[in-house]
Structure formats: structure tokens, C-alpha cells
T-cell receptor, first 115, second 112 residues
């Protein structure tokens, strides 16, 4: 069974802390994504990566960075957490080829609270 | 990327068929239409994808007219467990590096 795991379901951090959210997939997928989800705003893409060491900005990259040193792992980094980064963070992965082409597999999400 | 428009919310009684229509006027030749379902406190999951005409699986049916400017997700005989947010997405193929754009989706509430 395909699997995307995220390091924590719930996380509480303080303003100014550096925060790491880890995502691991076991499907040998080329593409990986980080989204955040807020009430009334749907899912918004933060960053994505289509290969190891490659990264592309999504719609809302400000305040975030990412790292992809290995194919199976994609990390989201909040350099200095702020209260407006309190949100649900969702990681996803997807193969770069094949049908159903658009099938993205999501992790369970990390609910981050920044105090 | 083609933009999609779908209703913000819908209500239905248990046992009824639910049809959610999505508009995508600027769909491109290589685009597929995909629907995702998201339950509370979970990530979205893929439910169905199509290119044209009709696609059916164990969960839903997807109807796409010839001009492909809209599509309709059909859920037969819904139950309370179908209460979720449903997202319509349009994405390119065969390029593998274009991310999907999730809008706000349609919040379906099934009532007993």
C-alpha cells in the first residue's frame, strides 16, 4: 500500500523558533509537494520538488524553505516561525509519468500551532 | 493552468444521488480532469479522473461533455460517510512537473 508519512500530527512551537516538518514517501515518486490548508482558503501550494535537490516555489513560499537531499524525503523549514504560520500542513507525492497521471498521495497532515 | 469553478457547498439527504458540477472553460487539449475527496483532519485522496465522455469506478462516476468545458462528479446513493470536501482539478499531461492547483472545493454535507 502506498504511503506518505509526516513526522508529527500535532506540533506546538514558539514565535521565532526554527521548525522542521518532515515528509517521507515509499513509492519512489519523483514529485513531492508541500501545501498549507486554512479554513476558507482551500489548499495552497508552498513549494514543490520534481527531483532530488530540485525545488520550485509555489503560490505562497514566503517564510518557508525546503530541502530534498534524498528522493523519498522532502522537508519544509520555517526559518523563524510566526503566528500567521499556524496552519495544517500537508505533504503529497506523485509519480512524474503514467496514468492516473494526476494522482497525488497525501500524508495525514501536521497541525502546527505557533504561540 | 486551467482555472476551475465549483459550488462552495451542497446539502443532500442520505440515499440521494449527488451531482457536483465543475466549470473549466479554459481547459487545454492535454489536460485531464481529476476529483479529490477530503474528510476532516485528513489529506485529500484521489477518487476519479477522466479525459472525455464517462468514467465510472466503485466510488463515483465522472461525466464530461464533448466540449470538455465542464464536468460532473456523480455520487450514487450518498451516506453520512460521504460528507467531505470535493475538489475538481485540471492538470496537464504528459508533463510530470506541473503541480496541481487545488481550489476551495465543494463542501458536501449529507443529512440523515
Amino acid at each position: 500500500d502506498v504511503k506518505v508519512t509526516q513526522s508529527s500530527r500535532y506540533l506546538v512551537k514558539r514565535t521565532g523558533e526554527k521548525v522542521f516538518l518532515e515528509c517521507v514517501q515509499d513509492m519512489d515518486h519523483e514529485n513531492m509537494f508541500w501545501y498549507r490548508q486554512d479554513p476558507g482558503l482551500g489548499l495552497r501550494l508552498i513549494y514543490f520538488s520534481y527531483d532530488v535537490k530540485m525545488k520550485e516555489k509555489g503560490d505562497i513560499p514566503e517564510g518557508y524553505s525546503v530541502s530534498r537531499e534524498k528522493k523519498e524525503r522532502f522537508s519544509l523549514i520555517l526559518e523563524s516561525a510566526s503566528t500567521n504560520q499556524t496552519s495544517m500542513y500537508l505533504c503529497a507525492s506523485r509519480t512524474g509519468t503514467g496514468v492516473p497521471y494526476n494522482e497525488q498521495f497525501f500524508g495525514p497532515g501536521t497541525r502546527l500551532t505557533v504561540l | 493552468l486551467a482555472k476551475t469553478t465549483q459550488p462552495i457547498s451542497m446539502d443532500s439527504y442520505e440515499g440521494q444521488e449527488v451531482n457536483i458540477t465543475c466549470s473549466h472553460n479554459n481547459i487545454a487539449t492535454n489536460d485531464y480532469i481529476t476529483w479529490y475527496q477530503q474528510f476532516p483532519s485528513q489529506g485529500p485522496r484521489f477518487i476519479i479522473q477522466g479525459y472525455k465522455t464517462k468514467v465510472t469506478n466503485e466510488v463515483a462516476s465522472l461525466f464530461i461533455p464533448a466540449d470538455r468545458k465542464s464536468s460532473t462528479l456523480s455520487l450514487p446513493r450518498v451516506s453520512l460517510s460521504d460528507t467531505a470536501v470535493y475538489y475538481c482539478l485540471v492538470g496537464e499531461s504528459p508533463s510530470g512537473n506541473t503541480p496541481l492547483v487545488f481550489g476551495k472545493g465543494t463542501r458536501l454535507s449529507v443529512i440523515a
